[in-house]
């Protein structure tokens, strides 16, 4: 999915154009890593900055950095003005710092431009150094935040402790920086915790 201008007329032909046109471009680096080769963001723009060109294509790219999470979208203009700008990557950074900051920001753009502009440069893997999470996995959602923050009270309740204590045996220093999957899997332990309470409180009742 993308966004769009009102009208595509002029900007869709180019695109196209610019797809058959564009070649594979050839992996320049080395992941330290993993030792897996990929093609580096320099050199994907300069393959592809004449090729755009030619087109009447231009490429800018805009990074929204939000407590720990990287997000680059792509916006694709044409000289008519119209325009197409992807969804955009999102990314939990695991080193937060200039560096590892740095370091994402690299690798979102280059992996979103290559998604937006469907360009072939082989398997990618250099993402492992900057984040432990896939590029396109998911943040926890509002939904999950809430689950999570009620299941903690009650077990915490349940078991005359602090909430920190329990976040504690869960590794959560916050819950708003885990991946929806991460988030969905803690709610299962706590449901399972939950049905221990209950059934310890069951056969208490009925001795």
Not at 35 to 41: E, F, I, P, R, S
Not at 113 to 122: K, Q
Not at 133 to 142: H, L, M, R
């Amino acid at each position: 999915m993308f966004n769009k201008s009102e009208s595509i007329t002029k900007i869709a032909p180019a695109v196209i154009k610019f797809n058959s046109e564009v070649s594979r471009i050839e992996k320049d680096a080395e992941n330290k890593f993993t030792g897996k080769n990929y093609a580096t963001l320099d050199n994907i723009v300069e393959k592809i900055r004449p090729v755009l060109s030619a087109n009447k294509l231009s490429v800018m790219q805009n990074v929204i950095s939000n407590d720990g999470f990287m997000t680059v979208k792509t916006l694709l203009i044409h000289e008519s003005g119209e325009w197409f700008e992807s969804e955009g990557t999102t990314l939990k950074l695991t080193k937060n710092d200039p560096q590892g900051a740095g370091a994402g920001i690299t690798y979102a753009r280059r992996y979103d431009l290559c998604a937006f502009l469907s360009l072939n440069t082989g398997d990618d893997d250099d993402g492992e150094s900057v984040s432990g999470d896939s590029p396109d996995e998911k943040p926890i959602t509002q939904k999950q935040v809430g689950e999570i923050k009620l299941k903690v009270m009650q077990f915490a309740k349940a078991r005359n402790r602090t909430n920190d204590e329990v976040y504690e045996v869960l590794e959560i220093d916050d819950v708003t920086h885990l991946s929806e999957e991460k988030a969905q899997s803690i709610i299962g332990n706590l449901d399972k915790w939950l049905e221990g309470v209950k059934k310890e409180q069951e056969s208490n009742a009925s001795t």
